[in-house]
T-cell receptor
Framework: DAGVIQSPRHEVTEMGQEVTLRCKPISGHDYLFWYRQTMMRGLELLIYFNNNVPIDDSGMPEDRFSAKMPNASFSTLKIQPSEPRDSAVYFC???????????????FGPGTRLTVT | QKEVEQNSGPLSVPEGAIASLNCTYSDRGSQSFFWYRQYSGKSPELIMFIYSNGDKEDGRFTAQLNKASQYVSLLIRDSQPSDSATYLCAVNEAAGNKLTFGGGTRVLVKP
């Protein structure tokens, strides 16, 4: 399997612009997670989906952030309008429902490094 | 607020020695525990998971879990320079599938 695929790998944009990050999970995985990683705050869960349905978006920082999963093989994270404090590495991860709900092993994509100037 | 705490390091270890990493967590109901390795500029990679109290060994890695004391540790035996990375502890909350990550421990293995 190709693993979790993310695009773009790097994104540089100006403050106020819309940014869309994309993720293709591992085929057959039921769960998809969006994370943000910064030096100051570490790795933070933003939102996760189960079978394309958003389950918990309590980590989404504010209304400027939105995420969708229109089908089992594609998800987007959108920031509109972007701000310099959104600069971070954004990871997508997926996991199968194997061994029970509390035992999901998450597999990460390569990440998108976002820089907002 | 569920918390996962790790010493940020760096933990400097001579090549061939044992690296010992610790992690404590606040949610007493946590069920499963994971260790991820992250090289600089790369994504986290799952290297170990443990569900039951005691030890679990996989190659040069041993994970240890003590639910009563709410800590989980990772031992790296025969440390190699290629083990130099940041190691993230992650805890699965009692309900649901969310992982809470610690801040990571940076390990430096010196030849």
């Amino acid at each position: 399997d190709a693993g979790v695929i993310q695009s773009p790998r790097h994104e540089v944009t100006e403050m106020g612009q819309e940014v869309t990050l994309r993720c293709k999970p591992i085929s057959g995985h039921d769960y998809l997670f969006w994370y943000r990683q910064t030096m100051m705050r570490g790795l933070e869960l933003l939102i996760y989906f189960n079978n394309n349905v958003p389950i918990d978006d309590s980590g989404m920082p504010e209304d400027r952030f939105s995420a969708k999963m229109p089908n089992a093989s594609f998800s987007t994270l959108k920031i509109q309008p972007s701000e310099p404090r959104d600069s971070a590495v954004y990871f997508c991860a997926s996991s199968p429902l194997a061994g029970g709900p509390s035992r999901t092993k998450q597999y990460f994509g390569p990440g998108t490094r976002l820089t907002v100037t | 607020q569920k918390e996962v705490e790790q010493n940020s390091g760096p933990l400097s270890v001579p090549e061939g020695a044992i690296a010992s990493l610790n992690c404590t967590y606040s949610d007493r109901g946590s069920q499963s525990f994971f260790w991820y390795r992250q090289y600089s500029g790369k994504s986290p990679e799952l290297i170990m998971f443990i569900y039951s109290n005691g030890d679990k060994e996989d190659g040069r890695f041993t994970a240890q879990l003590n639910k009563a004391s709410q800590y989980v540790s990772l031992l790296i035996r025969d440390s190699q320079p290629s083990d130099s990375a940041t190691y993230l502890c992650a805890v699965n909350e009692a309900a649901g599938n969310k992982l809470t990550f610690g801040g990571g421990t940076r390990v430096l293995v010196k030849p």
